[in-house]
């Protein structure tokens, strides 16, 4: 008769041989870390952390990961930013962390503001003289609806896109200067 | 019903299904459905074109005065034909439909592209093709709510801010009682023959009207 095992028994007999690659253990530290400076980057985002309390945070998750990844933090911060929003808190974060960077990062995300306006301005346009010519409508209380608009949305997603690789590239950019001058 | 020349109204009189009145704005160029109503009841604005030799193709705008979905629910039901009339409705309201996507998309199957509006509606004067009618933003039973004035008829066409003796609710998303106070009284003060309700009868004459804002705010404005 077979012996009866506990399912304990049985995950323990199927794991038994079951061992992580060195590589494989450092992969999983790896994702492990970056959950949680997500985590610490989502309280910063609700304002339960200053610049300075999450700088403490992450220099104790480091040492609790053995991680040291600068680069990865900052690029990080700069996945958080929206181009189109309001981007205070993650400009004051970066200036703790890649203070030579913010200046260029606002001159970048002003000249985003002011391209999408006028993208925004021509659409409002094109949308009014499209409401005017083909239908006869217009009036002051008549508002454009430029989520109507392809064109105005293809172009808001290519302005949104160039954007964001140029923030990338930025940080990029400061963190090899950062490593470097260290 | 034909109430003057060129302004109709499909009163929904069953009074144990809830939907709202229609009304067809009408000239020599063009044709406006203020409020189309529930879909499963589009029958009886359908039915109400027939009458004066119509059919929903010959509409050409299509306004809510809100975006509840008794007012605006059949707008879906145009908006996928071939050649669809624009839609058109406050910014604000289109903003609670936004936010209201997922409730509405589980609970009445609704998708929101359904209902893109093609423009937005604020306050001020309105030009279609020959028709000239005034926007006043009126918010208070719904946030981004709209009164049509129509200068031509001295029809105000309210929605559901106020009606023949009663108010509109304000306890549904977005309401708020001071405001739906502050657009009552505001168009209380308009130069209206036709006070164009989204329930109800439809009511007629100055004095009436102006004796009708006066019943509703001494009757209900210390409830709200």
């Given amino acids: 008769m077979a012996e009866i095992k506990s399912t304990l028994d049985l995950v323990m007999e199927r794991t038994r041989d079951l061992s992580l690659s060195e590589e494989e253990k450092a992969a999983q530290q790896k994702e492990a870390f970056e959950k949680r400076l997500q985590g610490l980057l989502q309280q910063y985002a609700d304002q339960a952390l200053n610049p300075k309390s ?16 600068p680069g990865s933090i900052v690029q990080a911060v700069g996945e958080r930013i929206d ?6 808190r993650w400009l004051d974060l970066l200036a703790a962390l890649v203070p030579q960077v913010v200046s260029d990062l606002e001159t970048l995300l002003t000249e985003h ?14 949308s009014a003289r499209m409401l005017s010519q083909q239908h006869a409508i217009s009036g002051a209380a008549v508002l454009s609806n430029t989520e109507k608009d392809q064109q105005f949305r293809d172009q808001r997603d290519r302005l949104e896109n160039r954007t964001r690789t140029r923030i990338k590239e930025m940080l990029h950019r400061a963190q090899n200067q950062e490593a470097s001058s260290q | 019903m034909e109430l003057a020349s060129g302004l109709h109204a499909f ?29 499963a009841y589009f029958d009886h604005v359908r039915r109400g074109l027939e009458r004066i030799d119509l059919t929903p193709e010959n509409i050409d705008l299509v306004i809510c005065t809100h975006a509840h979905p008794d007012h605006m629910e059949a707008a879906r039901l145009l ?10 409705l406050h910014a604000a309201e289109w903003a609670l439909v936004q936010s209201m996507a997922p409730y509405l998309k589980a609970t009445m199957g609704v998708a929101l592209e359904d209902f893109e509006p093609d423009f937005f509606l604020d306050e001020g004067p309105l030009q279609v093709g020959d028709l000239a009618l005034i926007v006043h933003h009126t918010p208070g039973h719904s946030p981004g709510g709209v009164t049509l004035y129509w200068p031509e008829h001295k029809a105000l066409i309210v929605g559901d801010l106020v009606f023949n003796g009663g108010l509109g609710r304000t306890d549904l998303p977005g309401g708020d009682g ?17 006070l164009l309700s989204g329930h109800g009868q439809v009511l007629s004459g100055a004095a009436a009207i102006k004796t009708n804002f006066q019943q509703v705010e001494q009757t209900w404005f210390n409830y709200i």
Avoid at chain 1, 83 to 88: E, H
Avoid at chain 1, 113 to 126: K, L, P, S
Avoid at chain 2, 178 to 194: F, G, H, P, T, V
């Fill in chain 2, 178 to 194: 001071n405001q739906l106070k502050q657009s009552i009284r505001r168009m209380s003060e308009m130069d209206a023959e036709w």
């Fill in chain 2, 11 to 39: 009163i929904w009189d069953t009074p144990n299904v809830n939907n709202c009145n229609s009304y067809l704005l009408r000239s020599a160029e063009k044709t406006i459905l203020v409020d189309p109503g529930h879909a």
């Fill in chain 1, 54 to 69: 999450f700088q403490q945070e992450r220099d104790a998750l480091e040492s609790e990961y053995r991680i040291h990844d």
């Fill in chain 1, 83 to 88: 181009p189109s929003g309001d981007n205070r």
């Fill in chain 2, 79 to 88: 908006t996928g034909r071939a050649s669809p009339p624009l839609l058109a």
């Fill in chain 1, 113 to 126: 503001r002011n391209q999408g306006h006028a993208i925004e301005v021509e659409a409002m346009a094109r």
